[in-house]
């Protein structure tokens, strides 16, 4: 349904118009708050549970947070970003919005679970306009109520604004402090409402200098996309930790986290918003304003190890060329062992460097492992437990496939160790004689500050145990990671323009005092 309109008010104030938001401090408490003292413990799904991830998440895998998308020029607005957040749909699965502009006022419709959960074509047909925000959302742990789907849209003396943000700011507590301290009244506990309030505080007037101002105010993470009665806005931060990118559909502007976006919608890649770049279009054409420059940038390399789609160019750069040649690179560095029968990759996230390690070692590629695509955000586990129960709902191993086979297993990353566990196990289960892990990333030692759900650094494995007490804890063979020179090299770009932190605990951004990472506040 459509929000209903709400007076503006004075300068220095922004008020939420979608719903009742409570009042509320930033989250404090540290989900995952029980440290794995024992990585041999069997009973790792309980911990979760107990952690307050709960079935829906029980694999350890680094999370993406948000997704965003933003379509300028089009009768169909809405529904070219409902697509668009679609294709964006494996970076957040909890919530999604849409917001539009019909020239009289916003429309908003937000709501909890996947992108065909929230839309339909009812809802669609009330969000009219000619141009578009949307959000996909991930979180966690905590507070995955309505009251942090995006966009948020607020009344401002500056003018009706939305907003949807994939990111996370290493700065928000303090500018958060200051103005509360000055009378500022936050309606969520998401640090993208930071950003409204510095808007609508901003002394300048119109939205492009407001915006610039508030923009130069951030630290750490973000991509933005604004709707105004004007058109829509694109911005993302000096390091260009996360990607955005322009895309043209004939007239029409598309803005998204990943080009896979493009493709469903037929739009073509432009270019990426630029690291520091704030890119307003509106019916006077698109206008491109520096927000600040920084020397080196440091984009995610976690991206294209990991959290973007294959399909998709990010940075603009191939992620599936990327991930093979990661496969590639670290065949030549951890080669199988002799009479290796095949290179197995856990599905689907290692399929693409999986295969670059079998070309390069000239093993066979096969699939012994299947995954489940049916599953769901929730499911109910029996009463009477089954061992490895949150692995098998979502793996299976093929006995045909594997039964007294010397396999190379690849997988992308190792996180808390648990889910490879039990995959190993499950492949010992059906006959499996040798595994030997390789892993397409270096090991994970640090968490994220930059907008990636991470456990803290006491759950990731390879902080606390050796590579050999890895291997020990997760029954296989052998244990190889790629180095961070040969992750970097993959990219074909210059190594000084990544973040690699999660590997290595060198943080480009500097993190102030009190800084959380996105396992406590939603992005
Ligand atoms: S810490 Fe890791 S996941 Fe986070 S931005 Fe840096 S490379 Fe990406």
Redesign the pocket.
């Known amino acids: 349904m459509p929000m209903p309109e709400i007076s503006p008010i004075k300068m220095n104030a922004v008020i939420p118009e979608i719903f009742s938001r409570e009042s509320t401090s930033f989250c404090n408490s540290k989900c995952g708050g029980s440290p794995i003292e024992n990585f041999g413990d069997d009973k790792d799904d309980t911990r979760l549970k107990i952690s307050g991830m709960t079935t829906k998440d029980p694999l350890d895998v680094?999370h993406e947070e948000c997704g965003i998308a933003a379509i300028y020029g089009s009768p169909d607005a809405a529904r070219l970003v409902y697509l668009s957040l679609y294709a964006l749909q494996h970076r957040g699965q909890e919530a999604a919005g849409i917001v539009t502009y019909n020239g009289s006022g916003l429309h908003t419709k937000l709501g909890m679970g996947l992108v065909s959960d929230v839309f339909n074509e009812t809802v669609l047909d009330e969000l009219k306009g000619n141009h578009a925000i949307g959000h996909v959302r991930y979180s966690t742990a905590g507070d995955s109520s309505l009251r942090n789907c995006q966009p948020i849209s607020v009344n401002t003396g500056n003018g009706r604004i939305a907003v949807a943000h994939n990111g996370n700011l290493t700065n928000a507590i303090e500018i958060r402090k200051n103005l509360e301290e000055k009378g500022a009244i936050f309606q969520t506990n998401s640090d993208t409402e930071v950003v409204l309030h510095l808007f609508a505080k901003s002394k300048e007037t119109g939205f492009v200098r407001p915006l610039l101002d508030a923009l130069r105010q951030l630290r750490g993470?973000y991509c933005f996309v604004f709707i105004t009665k004007k058109g829509i806005l694109a911005a993302r931060d000096p390091y260009g930790?996360r990607p955005l990118a322009l895309g043209k559909l004939g007239k029409t502007w598309v803005v998204a986290s990943e080009t896979s976006a493009f493709d469903l919608v037929g739009a073509r890649y432009v270019r990426d918003v630029e690291p520091g770049e704030l890119i307003d279009i509106t019916s006077a054409g698109l206008k491109s304003h520096v927000i600040s420059k920084v020397k080196n940038k440091a984009m995610?390399?976690?991206e294209y190890v990991y959290f973007s789609r294959p399909d998709s160019k990010i940075f603009g750069h191939n992620v599936y060329e990327t991930r093979r040649e990661m496969g590639r690179q670290l065949a030549h560095e951890a080669p199988p062992p002799p009479d290796t029968d095949m290179v197995i990759p856990v599905p689907d996230s290692a399929s693409v460097a999986a295969m670059g390690y079998a070309e390069v070692s000239g093993i066979r590629f096969d699939m012994g492992l299947i995954r489940s695509h049916y599953i769901g955000r929730t499911f109910i586990e029996p009463k009477q437990s089954i061992r490895d129960f949150g692995a098998k709902i979502k793996y299976n191993a093929v006995a045909e496939a594997l039964k007294g086979k010397k396999v190379v297993l690849v997988d992308d990353s190792i996180v808390r160790g648990t889910t490879s566990r039990k995959l190993v196990r499950m492949l010992r289960r059906v006959g499996v004689k040798e595994v030997h892990m390789r892993i397409s990333s270096p090991a994970i030692i640090s968490p994220?500050f930059?907008g990636?759900a991470t456990p803290t650094t006491k759950e990731l494995i390879a902080s606390k145990l050796s590579t050999e007490k890895v291997r020990a804890y997760l029954g296989v063979n052998s244990l190889s990671y790629l180095s961070e020179a040969a992750m970097l090299r993959s990219t074909k770009m210059n190594p000084t323009d990544f973040?690699?932190?999660?590997f290595t605990g060198k943080y480009p951004i500097a993190l102030e005092k009190g800084v959380q990472t996105n396992n406590t506040v939603p992005c």
């Open positions: 680094m993470a930790v995610c390399v976690f994220c930059y990636i973040c690699t932190a999660c």
